[in-house]
């Protein structure tokens, strides 16, 4: 099939959901991104921040064409060799009272297991999370998520759902009742504009669920496997969560969630309480230990750190000169610039010139690069913002 003829098929027989790019991608490797006709793109969305390690990393290939000539399913009923090693790799990088996993497909399917195991273990009924949170949209998650649009027409949402305003501690405890469960946060929200909360916010947030005997949920579906300059973003503070939700990245691109809980929270749940056909297949997890090793090996945590702070810099800088901007912020390798105006003429713009980028709302830019990106791309797409903020500026503002 040529360009025009995938783009055709799939407008008329795909279920009409996602905003289409104008991109038909092909090939992957590392931040490169090719289209059918050979056109190279750098990817900053990582596909949404799966490809962390990068696209086809020759190290999750090889181990996904070993994986998948030995054995490509196997039902969380039987026990699995690539589960295990997966299982202890995990278990290593995780804070280390996050002891149990169970293993899904998705976020939001991570997200859904974190909030049934808090009702399960408090046997209270509410939830409180934030304001401007996404956790993703089957319903528990999406009961979770702020959104209003992306709720509408699909209601009621699950009762016992509230939202606080994100790093406002006093309202968050005034939310709190008696049948409060868990409260779940993003430690950086991400969809919802790349927010950073206050400095003591997620300490704060752990000694009032330890005073209330309510759980703590963090969401690092888009934080984690170090994407924000540590492999899971609650390790900038000392704060430990009792439920930790994990995807994207974490198996390079294969549909991989992880729920990790500390044990003694695990264990109010038993068989049958919850289970998935695919969850924790031996492809996905072989994927998952070679990203993780590749993760250390590399270290890649550290790369986005000190790569983050170089592009954050030169993004402030951009903001001092051009008033479009409005702020520029993120750690690691999860950043954001914040523009006066709707962002999709940015997104466009940079399209046109190779550069892939996300939003985050509609005038936020997001940028999540895989954390393998070059000192030489890093560059190229810093010239390509600041001729693609140059226009919007002159277009803006004309003398
Ligand atoms: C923080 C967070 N939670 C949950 C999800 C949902 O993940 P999925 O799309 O795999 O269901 C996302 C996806 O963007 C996310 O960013």
Known sequence: MNRQQ?????????????????????KG??????????????????????????HCHPKVVEAVKLQAEQLMS?????????????LEKINKIAPK?????????????????????????????????????????????????????????????VPGYKHAPYGNIEKIRDTITTDTAAIITEPIQ???????????????????????????????????????GKMFACQHTNVTPDIMCLSKGIASGLPLGATMAKEEIMSSIGIGD?????????IQCAAGAATIDVLINEKLPEKAASNGKYILNKMNEMGRKYKTIREARGLGLMLGVETRFEIINIMNRCQEKNVLTLEAGRN????????????????????TLNEVFGVEESERFPH
């Open 6 to 26: 995938i783009i055709e098929v799939e407008s008329s027989l795909m279920a009409n959901l996602y905003w289409k790019r104008g991109v038909v991608a092909s």
């Open 190 to 228: 991400g969809e919802g504009g790349i927010n950073l909360p206050p400095q003591d916010f997620l300490q704060q947030l752990r000694e009032l669920c330890d005073e209330k005997n309510i759980l703590l949920i963090f969401d690092e579906i888009q934080t984690g496997m170090g994407r924000t």
């Open 274 to 282: 919850h289970s998935s056909t695919f969850g924790g297949g031996p």
């Open 74 to 86: 196997c039902h969380g009923g039987y026990n699995n060799e690539a589960r295990s090693e997966f």
């Open 29 to 54: 490797q590392g931040a490169i991104l090719w289209d059918v006709n050979g056109r190279e793109y750098i990817d900053c969305t990582s596909n949404y921040g799966v490809a962390i390690v990068g």
């Open 97 to 157: 009272e996050l002891t149990r996993t169970y293993l899904s497909n998705s976020g939001t399917e991570a997200v859904e297991f974190a909030l049934k195991l808090a009702k399960k273990k408090t046997e209270k009924t509410e939830i409180i999370a934030m304001m401007n949170a996404f956790h993703g949209k089957s319903l528990g998650a999406l009961s979770a998520t702020w959104k209003k649009k992306y709720k509408e027409g699909f209601g009621p949402m």
């Open 364 to 383: 936020i830019l997001r940028l999540l690069p895989p954390l393998v990106i070059t000192q030489t791309q890093i560059d190229k797409v810093l010239t």
